[in-house]
């Protein structure tokens, strides 16, 4: 029997079978597909933005040399100071300005070589990550689609047909029409479409006809993208369009035409698909033994480009939590704070690209509300704003520790060592700039969960100390003498 069964070998499966290899623990994957190849994967169909809090999940795995050049993306030097961010992407279509953004509002935001998000494509992240899964010992089966799920107090089955694959935990990451949500009775609930997405590759006759980049028009929206015939549309049809085929030539062309306002002609459509703005998220990320992360706990629109994203912040915070589950040694209430965190920005995420779409509604109070909108994403509080509510999530606790529950900054210590660094095996890291022997004494008594280093930083912020969750968020922080009580107290409930 393994300890974790993951269903679904997409970015956020493969995310998670990793974590729980790096902590020693047995992973199957389960997955559909016979083969990992795909159109829909691979550049230009299946090119995704990775937020700079994704590039950074990469990085405090030290996988992110490898996950740049499966990108084609050159390394960055790291800058000596913050630097702005390189892009702060769009809303609805608005394009935002980077050198907008007051970083005085980010003190805490220290150079490192992932404060930027980076294009990649599906194909580039799964093949990082299953790289890295397969070397830490992740089983991954392909060609078995699970088709049923039963649980009791002591372990889970997902079955294929009549084969059967026991764990004591099963974690569906199947996708945005998830099977194991289904089987496992998970509430999932939101809002119904508003309109239908075409995404197409296609040979268009007249190609400048249309307008490069984000166009939105009295009748919806078009995109085009980096390669001539990779063409997105957004028609405001209620969802009405039946999306159990691909579109035809006739049919994406007649749509093209009445949303852009043109008489482009496509001559030939070499793959097209449909998505939908439909919004849901599962009421929990947990029912008993099966836990839901990725698309198979929450759905919304490509816009913003946030789904993956989301994803892959819901398996960093999972991994070390199930993990230390699964091998006993976890504090008796943590796996229930994998919901009480992800839950909560999943929320937010949804209502984002709601907002997105609501302001892009080919009506006329839409538009009167898009306008206001773009007024005021053109002054620094509206740009600030956006890049904030993009930025890596941070946990809500209450209390009042500065940056308890945010992600961490990329201290570095005076030899050079990085946060990043430490972080690379999966350990919590305490980092001790005051080099305080109590506070060694207690982290050494959880040696095997968390790395302790010593000694001053090149940018210690103000602290004394800072305990770091693995998944690099910080769960305490310690004033210039640190009180080793309250560090103790930290360690407990984390660790
Ligand atoms: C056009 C478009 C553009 C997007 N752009 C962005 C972007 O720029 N940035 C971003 O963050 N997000 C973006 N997204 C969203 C992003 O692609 C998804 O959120 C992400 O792929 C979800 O990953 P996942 O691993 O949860 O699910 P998936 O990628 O759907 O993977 C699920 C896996 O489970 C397998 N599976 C399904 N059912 C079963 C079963 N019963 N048994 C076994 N295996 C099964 C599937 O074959 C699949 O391999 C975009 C989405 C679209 C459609």
């Known amino acids: 029997m393994h300890d ?33 190849r795909s159109p829909w994967r691979s550049f230009p169909l299946g090119m995704r933005g990775l937020s700079a809090g994704s590039v950074e999940a990469f990085h405090r795995r ?26 702060v992407g769009h809303f609805a279509g608005t394009p935002l300005d980077p050198a907008a953004v007051d970083l005085a509002r980010f003190p805490h935001r220290l150079p490192s070589p992932a404060l930027d998000g980076i294009m990649t494509s599906l194909e580039a992240v799964e093949t990082v990550l299953a790289e890295r899964a397969g070397k830490l010992g992740v089983e991954i089966r392909r060609g ?9 107090g002591s372990g ?24 194991v ?7 999932f609930d939101g809002t119904e479409p508003q309109l239908t997405g075409y995404l197409a590759l296609a040979t268009l006759a007249d190609p400048g006809v249309l307008r490069r980049g984000f166009t939105v028009t009295p009748e919806g929206m078009y995109l085009t993208m980096s390669e001539p015939g990779h063409l997105g549309v957004l028609d405001f049809d209620g969802g009405a369009y039946d999306r159990s085929r691909p579109p035809t030539r006739e049919h994406l062309q007649s749509v093209l035409r009445r949303v852009s306002g043109t008489d482009v002609t496509i001559a030939e459509v070499h793959l097209a698909s449909t998505f939908t703005d439909r919004a849901k998220q599962t009421s929990t990320y947990r029912r008993g033994r099966v836990l839901l992360a990725g698309d198979a706990a ?45 839950h909560p920005v999943g929320e937010r995420v949804l209502d984002w690209s709601r907002a997105q779409v609501a302001v892009m ?34 946990y809500d606790w209450g209390g009042e520790q500065r940056l308890a529950g945010h ?54 912020l103000g602290f004394g100390a800072v305990l770091v969750r693995p998944d690099g968020i910080v769960a305490w922080t310690g004033d210039r003498v640190p009180d080793p009580g309250s560090f103790e107290e930290a360690v407990r409930r984390w660790f």
Request: charged share 25%; with cysteine; net charge negative.
């Open 298 to 342: 929450h759905i919304h629109s490509p816009l913003g480009g946030q789904g993956l994203n989301l994803g892959i912040g819901d398996a960093m915070n999972l991994g070390w939590k199930l993990a230390a589950t699964a091998a006993g040694t976890a504090p008796s209430e943590l796996l229930d704070t994998y919901t009480a965190e992800r």
């Open 407 to 460: 992600n961490a900054p990329e201290f570095v210590l005076a030899d050079g060592t990085t946060l990043a660094d430490l972080l690379h095996n999966g350990h919590g890291v305490a980092l001790d700039f005051s080099a305080d022997a109590r506070l060694h004494e207690v982290a050494s008594r959880y040696g095997n969960r968390i790395r302790y280093a010593a000694g001053p930083a090149r940018n210690d």
């Open 144 to 152: 078995v689609e699970v088709t049923a799920v039963t649980q009791d």
């Open 4 to 36: 974790v069964v993951i269903v679904g070998a997409g970015p956020v499966g493969l995310f998670l079978a990793g974590e729980l290899g790096l902590a020693g623990r047995s992973v199957l994957v389960l997955e559909r597909e016979p083969e990992p």
């Open 181 to 187: 949500r289904r089987l496992a009775g998970f509430a």
């Open 361 to 394: 509604r080919p009506d006329r109070h839409s538009r009167a509300a898009r306008a206001v909108l773009e007024d005021l994403l053109a002054t620094r509080d509206g740009t600030t704003y956006v890049f904030e509510r993009l930025s890596p999530a941070r």
């Open 62 to 87: 030290g996988m992110l040399s490898p996950l740049l050049a499966a990108s084609d993306v050159d390394e960055r030097p790291v800058p000596d100071e913050p630097e702005p961010p390189r892009s």
């Open 156 to 179: 889970v089955v997902a079955w294929a047909g009549d084969r059967e694959y026991p764990a004591r935990w099963l974690v569906g990451c199947d996708g945005g029409r998830s099977a």
